[in-house]
């Protein structure tokens, strides 16, 4: 390994961590600047197991046994070692899951080439909170569905804090952005996908009715919370789904309702485990 100890917080290689309060980090991981973090050995992990170039690591020394075998395939790989009052310094955080790395971001693939294949696609509109974005990641990779699309202005899937909610799942579901919706449309119905939004409305099927009998192909659509979805994606729908709630409560939190939603509707001929 390159490895470097820290001894001061303006030498090169070190630009990518400096004060990674949410604001900054999203300045460092935006898709022109080419890298996002990861956060953690067991997203480090994931994230080069799913391909992704390393640029750099930032580390306290005893993580080092740790890290040393997953760059054994990248020598020239700068890792920077400090203690953990000089890395709080350099970050604007304290560092307690292990590593950071600064990893280049992949290219994302063509939405027609991930819908080729699918059965069951998420879709989020514009859905700014990157752990709601987070925890309907996870809650793809452990419910089966094949893909994820996010809207242009939907939160980074591979920002830090999404990363770190998705268990690193991010890292492994195959996702992509979509172009707006006067586009988006034409693209999932010429895959054969029914879209199907999940919302309040006088004229929704229940999820029950809707998952009794569900198209072979479904595009299931999940907006913001506070605003839901937009006009313009109700528009765009085949089909607008609701789960039947109790007591008054009118909706589940977005993350809750894309795994109910997730469960109901999965491929059937996907292998029980348990």
Not at 62 to 79: A, M, R, S
Not at 131 to 137: D, L, S, Y
Not at 138 to 165: E, I, M, N, Q
Not at 203 to 215: F, G, Q, S
């Amino acid at each position: 390994m390159l490895l470097h100890r820290i001894d001061d917080l303006e030498a090169e290689g070190l630009a990518d961590y400096s004060r990674l309060t949410d604001v900054a980090l999203r300045r460092v991981t935006e898709p022109a600047g080419g890298l996002y973090i990861a956060e953690s050995t067991k997203v480090i992990t994931r994230a080069l197991a799913a391909g992704h170039r390393p640029r750099s690591v930032l580390l306290q020394e005893q993580w080092l046994p740790d890290i040393e075998p997953l760059l054994e395939p990248y020598p020239d790989v700068p890792v920077f070692v400090g203690d953990a009052a000089v890395l709080e310094r350099l970050t604007g955080y304290h560092l307690h899951r292990g590593a950071l790395a600064a990893m280049h971001r992949p290219e994302l693939p063509d939405p027609a080439e991930l819908l080729r294949d699918a059965r069951r696609v998420v879709v989020l509109e514009d859905i700014v909170d990157h752990t709601n974005v987070g925890a309907i990641f996870r809650a793809v990779a452990g419910l089966g569905a094949d893909a994820v699309l996010v809207t242009p202005r939907c939160a980074d899937p591979l920002y830090r804090r999404s990363v770190r909610v998705s268990m690193g799942t991010v890292l492994q579901v195959p996702w992509t952005r979509l172009p707006e919706w006067d586009e988006a449309v034409p693209l999932l119905h010429g895959a054969g996908f029914d879209i199907a939004a999940l919302a309040l409305s006088d004229e929704a099927v229940t999820l029950d009715a809707y998952a009794a009998d569900p198209p072979e192909r479904v595009a299931m659509v999940f907006g913001a919370e506070g605003d839901g979805l937009s006009r313009r994606a109700l528009t765009a729908a085949d089909t607008v789904v609701t789960i039947p709630m109790l007591h008054g409560v009118d909706s589940l939190n977005v993350a809750s309702a894309s795994a109910v939603a997730l469960w109901a509707l999965r491929a059937r001929s996907q292998p029980s485990q348990g």
